[in-house]
């Protein structure tokens, strides 16, 4: 069975990488799925609709756009990846647990240990905290494998 695994939340480090490739180094049948991770393109998704220049508005289309393709992939989605980074608040990963948790969804989060406590309620609910890119890697291993 070819597994599918979202992988959500902070775009400013290899974290995606280093999970991809440990999965092609052991052989995992993954297909991996993310949202859109180019910071400019993401911003400017509802662009298209016409500029506003008022941020909010602006933020709103964008969001609402981006949302089209993240809610189908964690649908569709085995298991997800939930990176909470240190440089930046990502709202929108904490969004895309409450998802997961919402829709039964499996989920790790993948995070430092200074940041347990602002998200203890997205871990309750989560099926396993990892440190690193390799826990994580270890942990897609015996999911799929046994």
Known sequence: MKWTV???????????????????????DIEFTSAVTEHEASDAA???????ENAFWRDHKSSKVNSIRTKNLIQKCDIAIIRFGDKYKQ???AFDAGCCAALGKPYITLHADD??????????AAMAWAQTPEQVVELLKYTING
């Open 6 to 28: 979202y992988l959500s939340g902070e775009i400013h480090t290899d974290w995606r990488q280093r999970i991809i490739q440990g999965a092609t180094e052991h052989g995992l």
């Open 46 to 52: 509802g662009d298209v609709l016409g500029k506003d």
């Open 91 to 93: 709202w929108n990963a």
């Open 115 to 124: 940041i347990i406590h602002p998200l203890k309620e997205v871990d309750a």
